[in-house]
T-cell receptor
Framework: QKEVEQNSGPLSVPEGAIASLNCTYS??????FFWYRQYSGKSPELIMF????GDKEDGRFTAQLNKASQYVSLLIRDSQPSDSATYLC?????????????FGSGTRLSIRP | EAQVTQNPRYLITVTGKKLTVTCSQN?????MSWYRQDPGLGLRQIYY???????DKGDVPEGYKVSRKEKRNFPLILESPSPNQTSLYFC?????????????FGPGTRLLVL
């Protein structure tokens, strides 16, 4: 079983709709969770960082964390063609920056006009 | 401008010929990492460093070495490259504080080992 699992997609969503991306992780000791966006041929860039159970909102993006069920999700409201990218979920064991980070293999999202 | 730089961006080499990929950040970050990215496998952490002279293994350290003699630089060394090290490599530098943690990635180094 992979430590961080994501559906590879592609996930196709019509423009203006809500895109929902999911990620599950196996290490119950995980404390910090990240969503990165990566455009084709580019470097990953941080979209959301979350460490507390519940929702965290930033503009059109909402991250949802449920530690009991070991999943973290990313919702993108009012999806735009510019949101088409690969979304990487990442998990870290501790609160300190001195911990290993495990990435999922990514979900490819396509927003159709 | 805050940035992470890597050199070279592209490299073709032969099996066994030692090489170094440099990474430098100008943000005074303590924590830096190296990753490799392969199709279907996502990003895998090779090594990370918490500060000068402090490094630790990530998930896939075999065949790699790192050093952190200065805060801004974190070179990745392949002493004897093999074809299975053909990959896209990213260096990253982490900013923490105010309840936020952000990794800034370099532009990537595409390595081909023949």
């Amino acid at each position: 079983q992979k430590e961080v699992e994501q559906n590879s997609g592609p996930l196709s969503v019509p423009e203006g709709a809500i895109a929902s991306l999911n990620c599950t992780y196996s290490d119950r000791g995980s404390q910090s969770f990240f969503w990165y966006r990566q455009y084709s041929g580019k470097s990953p860039e941080l979209i959301m960082f979350i460490y507390s159970n519940g929702d965290k909102e930033d503009g059109r993006f909402t991250a949802q964390l449920n530690k009991a069920s070991q999943y973290v999700s990313l919702l993108i409201r009012d999806s735009q063609p510019s949101d088409s990218a690969t979304y990487l979920c990442a998990v870290k064991a501790g609160y300190s920056s001195a911990s290993k980070i495990i990435f999922g293999s990514g979900t490819r999202l396509s927003i159709r006009p | 401008e805050a940035q992470v730089t890597q050199n070279p961006r592209y490299l073709i080499t032969v099996t066994g010929k030692k090489l170094t990929v440099t990474c430098s950040q100008n943000m005074n970050h303590e924590y830096m990492s190296w990753y490799r990215q392969d199709p279907g496998l996502g990003l895998r952490q090779i090594y990370y460093s918490m500060n000068v002279e402090v490094t630790d293994k990530g998930d896939v350290p075999e065949g790699y070495k790192v050093s952190r003699k200065e805060k801004r630089n974190f070179p990745l060394i392949l002493e004897s490259p093999s074809p299975n090290q053909t990959s896209l490599y990213f260096c990253a530098s982490t900013e923490t504080g105010r309840g936020q943690e952000t990794q800034y990635f370099g532009p990537g180094t595409r390595l081909l080992v023949l």
